[in-house]
């Protein structure tokens, strides 16, 4: 009895439920779709209602497909998509939908936030980064101006992974990791007063719910939760994690100097650091780690794995992803020397711009050096190369560091693309056996809220588990340096052409 973990992922476009020993190993999962509505222009919204029976629907299932019943669980926790505007009324109901991390209506406010005065340095030094479209603190900044009713309808501000503990436990808690992304001063780990002052916003401190640690204890199991979902009433429930930072933690990178990569919707880089020192460049930005004390420096891209999936369904009218169609492509690509012969590809193709290495809204991904002799295949890996170009180009502005480097996300799956990644970077890179990393974070948090590990690294150590070490072929490692070169050349002159095609688009 109690020998299990259950960790929940809630992406942005799936939900998932993972049974985990205490061991580490996945047990059973069950995933299900998190529907996205879009509903005219730059919109990115979810049914905040949808998203919990979705929750409920997995919990079910898993603890079904593994066997168990609800008294087999020790503990649970959930890791979800990050910032974005999560709002709950005095009932705990819904104030309209979630806005999500990559909604783009609040672009305008972003850049006239960061146009203040003396702003641009005040993101840095305090929240650690530039506010975007999607951020939270912009969200609240453009529903405040636009939408006061909506503020004023709210008792409380959640992430998504807050939004659904909340709905288990019926205890309203935010988390450091998804707070620290634009909420927290981080020199102090307390909420951004002096910030939301400046920004005209000075109620949104009223909404923040209690913090609670990420592997500390934020609540148990109510009765209602525990008949909707098959769990016990009582069972334990930790803080959890935004689902990056728990990929991280699920992967291994518990230790000062870790990197981690995660190949998923965001290409996104972090390294764990002892101390909050931001002098990055602007496009990086700091989150708190899941261990007490420790910080991650994030550069993270608007648009990873669906560059990908955009150019095999451009090429090849792939509009689902096929993983036996991808691998059999794979073996031919591997043929064509680095560089695609001359074809450049950049992978900026989300429709909030980029953030990471360099901050533009209007950026846009674009094929460069076509030519009539050019094959759908160059053109394929010109994608996979851009992919790993630009994880490059994040880690060269992020800095070194000198511990282990772990991949995360859907994209690790791949072995001809992470060996890509490794001969592009010129690193060891450890790939998880799990493929449920986030979730892998969730469990963790759990554990230690529940006191089967003592603290993070502790559970890191019991669960974590690495299936396979890619070695970097230096030979090659020095033609995509070269390529690189490329690449980062070419970039400045495309900024004219992406605010002259916005405005132009912005008139059509």
């Known amino acids: 009895m109690n020998e299990y973990l259950i960790g929940i992922d809630a992406g942005t476009s799936r939900v998932k439920a993972v049974v985990f020993d205490r061991e580490g190993a996945e047990v059973a999962s069950f995933a299900a779709d998190n529907k ?190 525990a008949e909707l979902t098959g769990l016990l009433e009582g069972t334990p429930v930790g803080g959890g994690m935004l689902d990056l930072i728990s990929a991280a933690a699920g992967a291994g990178a518990v230790n000062e100097g870790d990197i981690c990569i995660t190949m998923g919707t965001t290409l996104m880089h972090q390294i764990v650091m002892s101390e909050y020192a931001p002098t990055h460049p602007m496009s990086m930005s700091w989150e708190a780690h899941c261990t007490p004390g420790l910080f991650s420096r994030l550069a993270g891209t608007m648009a990873g794995t669906p560059n990908l999936n955009w150019a095999l369904a451009v090429l090849y009218g792939q509009t689902e992803f096929d993983a036996g169609f991808v691998g059999a492509l794979e073996e031919p690509l591997g043929k064509i020397p680095i560089g695609s012969k001359g074809v450049l590809f950049h992978p900026y193709t989300s429709v909030s711009g980029e953030r990471a290495p360099f901050i533009n809204e209007n950026a846009c991904g674009q094929f460069s050096g076509l030519k009539s002799t050019t094959t759908r295949e160059q053109m394929l890996r010109a994608v996979y190369e851009g992919i790993v170009l630009s994880s490059y180009d994040c880690l060269a502005d992020l800095g070194d560091a000198p511990g282990k480097v772990f991949l995360s996300g859907g994209g690790a799956h791949s072995g001809f693309w992470v060996q890509m990644l490794s001969d592009c970077l010129g690193r060891e890179l450890s790939v998880s056996s799990d493929r449920e990393l986030s979730a892998k974070g969730a469990a963790l948090a759990a554990g230690v809220a529940c006191g089967m590990f003592a603290d993070p690294l502790s559970a890191s150590r019991g669960l974590s588990r690495i299936k396979a070490v890619y070695m970097p072929d230096m030979e090659r490692h020095g033609r995509y340096m070269e390529l690189y070169k490329l690449y980062r050349d070419v970039r400045p002159n495309m900024y004219g052409y992406w605010d002259a095609r916005a405005s132009y688009v912005k008139n059509d």
Not at 97 to 118: F, K, Q, V
Not at 123 to 139: A, C
Not at 166 to 171: H, I, N, Q, S, V
């Open 36 to 225: 996205v509505y879009n509903p005219g222009g730059n919109r990115s919204e979810q049914d905040m209602r949808e998203l919990w029976q979705v929750v409920c629907r997995c919990i079910r299932r898993v603890l079904e497909d593994a066997k168990l019943t609800g008294v087999d669980i020790a503990g649970i926790g959930v890791s979800g998509q990050g910032e974005g505007l999560w709002l709950v009324d005095g009932d705990g109901e819904p104030v309209g939908m979630a806005r999500l991390w990559n909604d783009g209506r609040a672009i305008e406010t972003a850049l006239s936030m960061r146009g203040l005065p003396g702003m641009e340095r005040t993101f840095n030094l305090m929240i650690g980064g530039q506010p975007k479209s999607g951020t939270t603190i912009s969200q609240v900044v453009h529903a405040a101006r636009t939408e006061p009713e909506l503020m004023k309808k709210a008792q409380y501000i959640f992430f998504c992974k807050d939004y659904i503990r909340y709905k288990l436990t019926d205890e309203p808690h935010m988390e450091p990791s998804d707070a620290s992304t634009s909420l927290l001063d981080l020199s102090t780990m307390s909420p951004a007063t002096a910030l939301f002052e400046e920004l005209g916003v000075s109620e949104l401190a009223r909404l923040m719910p209690p913090i609670v640690p990420s592997c500390g204890l934020a609540g148990t199991i109510s009765k209602e939760a």
